[in-house]
Antibody, heavy 119, light 109 residues
C-alpha cells in the first residue's frame, strides 16, 4: 500500500527557512517522479515542484530560486528546502507521487503539513 | 488567476447529474496534454478522481466520468449523493509546469 507522510511544517518568520520531509512506503521514491503541491488557507491547489526519477527538477515561478526539491534514496524520502520564506508561502504542503501520461498527474497524496510564515 | 478556468460552484439535488467544466488554452489542454481531476472532501487531502481525461482509478465509482475536447474538459457526476459534496479540481500540464483549475465547490442540495 502506498503511503506518504509529511513532516517539518510549523511557524517561521518572514525571510526564514524550513525543510519539509515526506516519508514514502509501498514504493521506491527514486524510481518515480515525486512532487509537492500547496494550498493556501481557503484557496485552491498550486503546483510547487517536481523531481523526475532521473533527477531533473522543475519549479513554479513563484518559488524558483528559493525552494529546492531533493530525495534521499537510502531513506526513501522526499524533501523540500524552503528559503527566503514570504507570507504568501503560508499553506498546507502536500507531498505526492507523480505519474506521467502526456503530462504528469498526482496519483497518491500525503495528508499535508502546514507552513505558517508570520512575524 | 488560475491557468485553467472552472466555475466556482455548482449544485444539484440527490440523484441528479451535474457537470463541471475546465477551460484551458492552446498551450495546455489544447496542446494535447491530458486533463486530470481531483476530489477534496472537507478537511482532507485531495485524491485522484479521473486521470488521463477519462480513466478512473480503482475504487472510484462509475458515477464519475471525464471527457476532453479541444481546449476544454468536463467532469460529470451522475446519481448525485450527499457524500459527493466536495471541492473538485482539474489539472493539466503546460510547458514543464503543472497547472490547476481554481476549483469548483459542489453542493448537494
Amino acid at each position: 500500500e502506498v503511503q506518504l507522510v509529511e513532516s517539518g511544517g510549523g511557524l517561521v518568520q518572514p525571510g526564514g527557512s524550513l525543510t519539509l520531509s515526506c516519508a514514502a512506503s509501498g514504493f521506491t521514491v527514486s524510481s518515480n517522479y515525486m512532487g509537492w503541491v500547496r494550498q493556501a488557507p481557503g484557496k485552491g491547489l498550486e503546483w510547487v515542484s517536481v523531481i523526475y526519477s532521473g533527477g531533473n527538477t522543475h519549479y513554479a515561478d513563484s518559488v524558483k530560486g528559493r525552494f529546492t526539491i531533493s530525495r534521499d534514496n537510502s531513506k526513501n524520502t522526499l524533501s523540500l528546502q524552503m528559503n527566503s520564506l514570504r507570507a504568501e508561502d503560508t499553506a498546507v504542503y502536500y507531498c505526492a507521487k507523480v505519474e506521467y501520461s502526456s503530462g504528469w498527474y498526482f496519483d497518491y497524496w500525503g495528508q499535508g503539513t502546514l507552513v505558517t510564515v508570520s512575524s | 488567476q488560475s491557468v485553467l478556468t472552472q466555475p466556482p460552484s455548482v449544485s444539484g439535488a440527490p440523484g441528479q447529474r451535474v457537470t463541471i467544466s475546465c477551460t484551458g488554452s492552446s498551450s495546455n489542454i489544447g496542446a494535447g496534454y491530458d486533463v486530470h481531476w481531483y476530489q477534496q472532501l472537507p478537511g482532507t487531502a485531495p485524491t485522484l478522481l479521473i486521470y488521463a481525461n477519462t480513466n478512473r482509478p480503482s475504487g472510484v465509482p462509475d458515477r464519475f466520468s471525464g471527457s476532453k475536447s479541444g481546449t476544454s474538459a468536463s467532469l460529470a457526476i451522475t446519481g448525485l449523493q450527499a457524500e459527493d459534496e466536495a471541492d473538485y479540481y482539474c489539472q493539466s500540464y503546460d510547458t514543464s509546469l503543472g497547472v490547476f483549475g481554481g476549483g469548483t465547490k459542489l453542493t448537494v442540495l
